[in-house]
Protein backbone atom coordinates (compact mmCIF):
# COMPACT_ATOMS: atom_id res chain seq x y z
CA UNK A 1 0.00 0.00 0.00
CA UNK A 2 0.81 3.38 -0.59
CA UNK A 3 2.05 6.03 2.37
CA UNK A 4 -0.61 7.96 3.04
CA UNK A 5 0.24 11.95 3.26
CA UNK A 6 -2.01 14.37 6.16
CA UNK A 7 -0.66 16.87 8.45
CA UNK A 8 0.00 13.91 10.95
CA UNK A 9 2.31 11.67 8.57
CA UNK A 10 4.26 14.76 7.61
CA UNK A 11 4.58 16.42 11.01
CA UNK A 12 5.43 12.91 12.67
CA UNK A 13 7.48 11.05 9.58
CA UNK A 14 5.42 8.11 9.75
CA UNK A 15 3.84 6.17 6.35
CA UNK A 16 0.16 6.06 7.97
CA UNK A 17 -1.99 8.78 10.09
CA UNK A 18 -2.50 5.88 12.89
CA UNK A 19 -1.28 6.84 16.19
CA UNK A 20 -1.71 4.01 18.91
CA UNK A 21 -3.42 5.26 22.19
CA UNK A 22 -1.36 4.95 25.28
CA UNK A 23 -3.02 1.88 27.69
CA UNK A 24 -2.03 1.49 31.27
CA UNK A 25 -0.18 -1.58 31.96
CA UNK A 26 -0.53 -2.61 28.15
CA UNK A 27 1.47 -0.12 25.93
CA UNK A 28 4.68 -1.20 26.56
CA UNK A 29 8.07 -1.30 23.98
CA UNK A 30 6.89 -4.84 21.74
CA UNK A 31 3.73 -3.43 20.96
CA UNK A 32 4.72 0.36 20.62
CA UNK A 33 7.81 -1.15 18.04
CA UNK A 34 5.29 -3.23 16.55
CA UNK A 35 3.11 -0.61 15.74
CA UNK A 36 6.07 1.43 14.53
CA UNK A 37 7.33 -1.21 12.12
CA UNK A 38 3.67 -1.63 10.32
CA UNK A 39 3.94 2.20 9.37
CA UNK A 40 1.94 4.16 11.81
CA UNK A 41 3.16 4.67 14.90
CA UNK A 42 2.55 3.93 19.21
CA UNK A 43 2.64 5.24 22.62
CA UNK A 44 4.19 4.16 25.43
CA UNK A 45 2.17 4.77 29.05
CA UNK A 46 3.72 5.92 31.86
CA UNK A 47 0.76 5.55 34.17
CA UNK A 48 1.71 4.38 37.33
CA UNK A 49 5.52 2.89 36.59
CA UNK A 50 8.18 3.90 38.00
CA UNK A 51 10.68 6.10 35.98
CA UNK A 52 13.35 3.20 35.41
CA UNK A 53 10.55 1.30 33.91
CA UNK A 54 10.36 4.02 31.48
CA UNK A 55 13.74 4.52 30.60
CA UNK A 56 14.01 0.83 29.99
CA UNK A 57 10.73 0.88 27.60
CA UNK A 58 12.22 3.97 25.83
CA UNK A 59 15.12 2.11 25.46
CA UNK A 60 13.80 -1.57 24.45
CA UNK A 61 11.71 0.15 21.64
CA UNK A 62 14.15 2.10 20.05
CA UNK A 63 16.30 -1.93 19.92
CA UNK A 64 13.21 -3.06 17.65
CA UNK A 65 12.75 -0.33 15.62
CA UNK A 66 14.16 2.99 14.00
CA UNK A 67 10.67 3.97 13.21
CA UNK A 68 9.34 7.44 15.35
CA UNK A 69 6.79 6.82 17.99
CA UNK A 70 6.05 8.54 21.54
CA UNK A 71 5.54 8.39 25.31
CA UNK A 72 1.99 9.55 26.93
CA UNK A 73 2.72 12.63 29.81
CA UNK A 74 0.25 11.47 32.44
CA UNK A 75 -0.38 15.02 34.64
CA UNK A 76 -1.71 13.52 37.60
CA UNK A 77 0.95 10.52 37.85
CA UNK A 78 2.94 11.83 40.60
CA UNK A 79 6.11 11.09 38.92
CA UNK A 80 5.55 13.35 36.29
CA UNK A 81 8.42 15.65 36.22
CA UNK A 82 10.81 13.00 36.17
CA UNK A 83 8.43 11.69 33.37
CA UNK A 84 9.21 14.73 31.07
CA UNK A 85 12.68 15.07 31.86
CA UNK A 86 13.12 11.21 30.76
CA UNK A 87 10.89 12.30 27.44
CA UNK A 88 13.36 15.23 27.28
CA UNK A 89 17.06 13.20 27.47
CA UNK A 90 15.87 10.36 25.81
CA UNK A 91 14.44 12.67 22.49
CA UNK A 92 11.80 10.51 21.67
CA UNK A 93 9.88 11.99 18.61
CA UNK A 94 6.26 13.66 20.48
CA UNK A 95 4.85 12.99 23.95
CA UNK A 96 0.90 12.91 24.15
CA UNK A 97 -0.22 14.93 27.39
CA UNK A 98 -3.35 14.28 29.16
CA UNK A 99 -5.04 14.38 33.16
CA UNK A 100 -4.34 17.78 33.63
CA UNK A 101 -3.17 21.29 32.19
CA UNK A 102 -0.67 20.29 28.79
CA UNK A 103 0.76 24.02 28.13
CA UNK A 104 3.47 24.45 30.59
CA UNK A 105 4.78 21.49 29.10
CA UNK A 106 4.91 22.71 25.04
CA UNK A 107 8.14 24.79 26.02
CA UNK A 108 10.70 22.20 27.89
CA UNK A 109 8.99 19.07 25.22
CA UNK A 110 10.02 21.70 22.05
CA UNK A 111 13.51 22.66 23.60
CA UNK A 112 14.18 18.90 23.35
CA UNK A 113 12.99 18.39 20.30
CA UNK A 114 9.84 16.56 21.09
CA UNK A 115 6.36 17.43 19.73
CA UNK A 116 3.89 18.15 22.18
CA UNK A 117 0.29 16.63 21.30
CA UNK A 118 -2.61 16.99 24.05
CA UNK A 119 -5.45 15.10 24.46
CA UNK A 120 -8.41 17.68 24.40
CA UNK A 121 -11.79 17.25 25.15
CA UNK A 122 -13.41 20.84 23.85
CA UNK A 123 -13.52 23.75 21.40
CA UNK A 124 -12.33 25.85 24.60
CA UNK A 125 -9.21 23.94 25.50
CA UNK A 126 -8.53 23.33 21.55
CA UNK A 127 -7.61 26.42 20.78
CA UNK A 128 -5.73 27.12 23.63
CA UNK A 129 -3.43 24.96 23.07
CA UNK A 130 -3.57 25.73 19.72
CA UNK A 131 -2.60 29.01 20.15
CA UNK A 132 0.01 28.19 22.93
CA UNK A 133 1.88 26.26 20.61
CA UNK A 134 1.28 22.35 20.68
CA UNK A 135 2.35 20.39 17.37
CA UNK A 136 -0.95 18.50 17.15
CA UNK A 137 -3.52 17.20 19.73
CA UNK A 138 -6.17 14.56 20.28
CA UNK A 139 -9.83 14.49 20.33
CA UNK A 140 -11.08 11.62 22.37
CA UNK A 141 -15.22 10.75 22.87
CA UNK A 142 -16.56 9.23 25.39
CA UNK A 143 -16.55 6.11 23.35
CA UNK A 144 -13.05 5.22 23.92
CA UNK A 145 -11.70 2.79 26.53
CA UNK A 146 -10.07 3.58 30.21
CA UNK A 147 -10.36 7.48 31.27
CA UNK A 148 -12.68 9.87 28.71
CA UNK A 149 -14.55 13.21 28.49
CA UNK A 150 -18.19 14.38 28.44
CA UNK A 151 -18.57 14.59 24.51
CA UNK A 152 -19.23 11.61 21.80
CA UNK A 153 -16.43 11.30 19.22
CA UNK A 154 -19.23 12.21 16.31
CA UNK A 155 -19.96 15.97 18.53
CA UNK A 156 -16.38 16.26 18.93
CA UNK A 157 -15.43 16.69 15.43
CA UNK A 158 -18.48 18.19 14.50
CA UNK A 159 -17.21 21.23 17.16
CA UNK A 160 -13.58 21.23 17.15
CA UNK A 161 -12.53 20.15 13.24
CA UNK A 162 -13.90 23.33 11.76
CA UNK A 163 -12.41 25.44 14.16
CA UNK A 164 -8.44 24.17 14.42
CA UNK A 165 -7.39 24.82 11.24
CA UNK A 166 -3.49 25.35 11.69
CA UNK A 167 -2.19 22.03 13.26
CA UNK A 168 -3.14 18.28 13.02
CA UNK A 169 -6.68 16.97 14.68
CA UNK A 170 -6.42 13.61 15.56
CA UNK A 171 -9.46 11.65 16.28
CA UNK A 172 -10.04 8.74 19.17
CA UNK A 173 -13.12 6.94 20.64
CA UNK A 174 -13.94 3.82 19.16
CA UNK A 175 -12.62 4.47 16.22
CA UNK A 176 -11.71 0.44 15.29
CA UNK A 177 -11.28 0.29 11.58
CA UNK A 178 -11.14 2.08 8.05
CA UNK A 179 -14.81 2.94 8.41
CA UNK A 180 -14.10 4.66 11.07
CA UNK A 181 -11.08 6.27 9.75
CA UNK A 182 -12.87 6.90 6.69
CA UNK A 183 -15.05 9.45 8.72
CA UNK A 184 -12.54 11.46 10.54
CA UNK A 185 -10.25 12.05 7.32
CA UNK A 186 -13.51 12.89 5.68
CA UNK A 187 -14.82 15.68 8.57
CA UNK A 188 -10.95 16.94 8.33
CA UNK A 189 -9.09 15.00 10.82
CA UNK A 190 -5.40 14.58 10.17
CA UNK A 191 -5.25 11.11 11.12
CA UNK A 192 -7.13 8.69 13.90
CA UNK A 193 -6.19 7.18 17.28
CA UNK A 194 -6.66 3.36 18.33
CA UNK A 195 -6.38 1.86 21.32
CA UNK A 196 -8.90 -0.71 21.40
CA UNK A 197 -7.93 -2.07 18.34
CA UNK A 198 -4.36 -2.69 19.37
CA UNK A 199 -5.40 -4.34 22.81
CA UNK A 200 -6.43 -7.54 20.16
CA UNK A 201 -2.78 -7.36 18.61
CA UNK A 202 -0.88 -10.65 18.48
CA UNK A 203 1.99 -8.33 19.99
CA UNK A 204 -0.35 -6.94 22.91
CA UNK A 205 1.06 -8.33 26.69
CA UNK A 206 -2.61 -7.75 28.16
CA UNK A 207 -3.56 -10.79 29.69
CA UNK A 208 -5.40 -13.41 27.68
CA UNK A 209 -8.29 -13.36 29.32
CA UNK A 210 -8.65 -9.79 28.88
CA UNK A 211 -8.28 -10.64 25.31
CA UNK A 212 -10.94 -13.33 25.54
CA UNK A 213 -13.59 -10.99 26.91
CA UNK A 214 -13.23 -8.25 24.63
CA UNK A 215 -13.72 -11.26 22.06
CA UNK A 216 -16.74 -12.53 23.41
CA UNK A 217 -18.37 -8.89 24.17
CA UNK A 218 -20.92 -7.69 21.88
CA UNK A 219 -21.92 -3.97 21.62
CA UNK A 220 -24.05 -3.37 24.63
CA UNK A 221 -21.22 -4.86 27.13
CA UNK A 222 -19.23 -1.88 28.04
CA UNK A 223 -20.31 0.53 31.01
CA UNK A 224 -19.10 4.09 32.30
CA UNK A 225 -17.94 4.95 35.58
CA UNK A 226 -17.74 7.70 37.51
CA UNK A 227 -19.86 9.38 34.91
CA UNK A 228 -21.76 11.56 37.71
CA UNK A 229 -18.50 12.36 38.85
CA UNK A 230 -16.67 13.63 35.72
CA UNK A 231 -14.62 10.90 36.09
CA UNK A 232 -15.35 8.70 33.32
CA UNK A 233 -13.65 5.15 32.84
CA UNK A 234 -15.29 3.13 30.27
CA UNK A 235 -15.10 -0.74 30.35
CA UNK A 236 -16.42 -3.80 30.00
CA UNK A 237 -19.27 -4.79 32.49
CA UNK A 238 -17.86 -6.85 35.61
CA UNK A 239 -18.98 -7.39 39.03
CA UNK A 240 -17.35 -4.64 40.03
CA UNK A 241 -18.32 -2.36 37.91
CA UNK A 242 -22.04 -3.65 39.17
CA UNK A 243 -20.89 -2.52 42.67
CA UNK A 244 -19.21 0.71 41.61
CA UNK A 245 -22.38 1.95 39.49
CA UNK A 246 -24.67 0.93 42.35
CA UNK A 247 -22.47 2.82 45.23
CA UNK A 248 -22.48 5.67 42.85
CA UNK A 249 -26.73 5.84 42.37
CA UNK A 250 -26.81 6.00 46.16
CA UNK A 251 -24.35 8.75 46.09
CA UNK A 252 -21.47 7.41 48.01
CA UNK A 253 -18.48 9.00 48.86
CA UNK A 254 -15.75 9.59 46.50
CA UNK A 255 -13.32 8.07 48.76
CA UNK A 256 -15.74 5.09 48.82
CA UNK A 257 -15.32 4.94 44.90
CA UNK A 258 -11.44 5.80 44.91
CA UNK A 259 -11.07 2.99 47.51
CA UNK A 260 -13.39 0.47 45.31
CA UNK A 261 -11.60 1.53 41.94
CA UNK A 262 -7.91 1.06 42.75
CA UNK A 263 -5.77 -1.36 41.47
CA UNK A 264 -8.81 -3.17 39.49
CA UNK A 265 -7.45 -2.08 35.97
CA UNK A 266 -4.58 -3.96 36.38
CA UNK A 267 -6.03 -6.74 37.82
CA UNK A 268 -7.98 -7.04 34.31
CA UNK A 269 -4.86 -5.99 32.49
CA UNK A 270 -2.25 -8.30 34.26
CA UNK A 271 -3.71 -10.81 36.35
CA UNK A 272 -6.71 -11.96 34.33
CA UNK A 273 -9.24 -10.92 36.95
CA UNK A 274 -11.68 -9.92 34.53
CA UNK A 275 -14.76 -10.28 37.40
CA UNK A 276 -13.09 -8.20 40.01
CA UNK A 277 -11.31 -6.04 37.47
CA UNK A 278 -12.40 -4.13 34.89
CA UNK A 279 -11.13 -4.29 31.12
CA UNK A 280 -10.74 -0.75 29.63
CA UNK A 281 -11.60 -0.79 26.42
CA UNK A 282 -13.98 0.85 23.98
CA UNK A 283 -17.31 0.46 22.68
CA UNK A 284 -16.75 -0.70 19.11
CA UNK A 285 -17.05 -4.01 20.38
CA UNK A 286 -18.82 -6.08 17.59
CA UNK A 287 -15.61 -5.18 15.22
CA UNK A 288 -13.55 -6.68 17.92
CA UNK A 289 -13.43 -10.45 16.69
CA UNK A 290 -9.69 -11.73 16.42
CA UNK A 291 -6.15 -11.16 17.23
CA UNK A 292 -3.57 -10.60 14.69
CA UNK A 293 -0.17 -9.28 14.33
CA UNK A 294 -0.41 -5.37 14.37
CA UNK A 295 1.12 -5.06 11.06
CA UNK A 296 -2.05 -7.06 9.95
CA UNK A 297 -4.33 -4.46 11.91
CA UNK A 298 -2.90 -1.36 10.32
CA UNK A 299 -2.98 -2.87 6.58
CA UNK A 300 -6.51 -3.88 7.33
CA UNK A 301 -7.68 -0.43 8.56
CA UNK A 302 -5.50 1.54 5.99
CA UNK A 303 -6.94 -0.68 2.83
CA UNK A 304 -10.50 -0.58 3.99
CA UNK A 305 -10.28 3.03 4.85
CA UNK A 306 -9.02 3.21 1.20
CA UNK A 307 -11.55 1.69 -0.92
CA UNK A 308 -14.21 3.61 1.15
CA UNK A 309 -12.84 6.68 0.08
CA UNK A 310 -11.99 6.01 -3.58
CA UNK A 311 -15.49 5.14 -3.77
CA UNK A 312 -16.90 8.07 -2.11
CA UNK A 313 -17.32 10.38 -4.75
CA UNK A 314 -19.71 8.04 -6.25
CA UNK A 315 -22.12 9.28 -3.90
CA UNK A 316 -22.19 12.65 -5.37
CA UNK A 317 -22.19 11.54 -8.90
Known amino acids: ?32 SAVANAGATGVINTGGQTSDYIREQIRLTKQMTDKPFGVNLMLQSPNKDEVLEIICEEKVAFATIGAGNPVPYFEPLHAAGVKAIPVVPSVKLAKRVQEKGADAMVIEGFEAGGHDGMQTTL ?10 L ?16 AAALLMGASGVQMGSRFLLAEECQVHPNSKAAIIAATDTDSVITGFTRNNNVRGLRSKFTDEYLRLEREGADDEVLIALARGTNRKAAVEGDTVNGVVQVGQGLNRL ?5 AKEIVEEVIGEMTELLRNAPKLVE
Open 166 to 181: DIPVVVAGSIVDGRGM
Open 1 to 32: MCPMKTKLTELLGIRYPIIQGAMAWISESKLV
Open 155 to 164: ALMTNVLPEI
Open 289 to 293: NRIQP
